[in-house]
């Protein structure tokens, strides 16, 4: 098992930047695929960001394409999320959470997460 915990999150004007982080611990990091989810109030769990175990291989939702950057560091055991150009409309609990496979833009396929941390971008 693997254990994930964010952090990173807070209140940004928009336009603004954020950067978050996912620690992960227990067993090797290096063997997930990796992923970013976002809930906002009121509606379901969506996808944007996936990374595969090495790190050289992305795809994101068209909602964040050009403004979000997944990234790894194996040997820190950290997923990031660099935000950029924040917008109202990404705010949001962003969710880190983890996979044995391939990449996959399904919530249900991914059998560990994070606890969640709260991006709020202000108008």
């Known amino acids: 098992q693997v254990q994930l915990v964010e952090s990173g999150g807070g209140l940004v004007q928009a336009g603004g930047s954020l950067r978050l982080s996912c620690a992960a611990s227990g067993r090797t990091f290096s063997s997930y695929t990796m992923g970013w989810f976002r809930q906002a109030p009121g509606k379901e769990r969506d996808f944007v960001a996936t990374?595969?175990?090495?790190?050289?291989?992305?795809y994101y939702a068209t909602s964040v394409k050009g403004r979000f950057t997944i990234s790894r560091d194996n040997a820190k055991n950290t997923l990031y999320l660099q935000m950029n150009s924040l917008e109202p409309e990404d705010t949001a609990v962003y969710y880190c959470?983890?996979?044995?496979?391939?990449?996959?833009?399904?919530?249900?396929?991914?059998?560990?997460w994070g606890q969640g941390t709260q991006v709020t971008v202000s108008s």
């Open positions: 959470a983890a996979r044995i496979g391939v990449f996959s833009t399904l919530s249900y396929e991914y059998g560990y």
């Open positions: 990374i595969n175990r090495n790190g050289d291989n992305t």
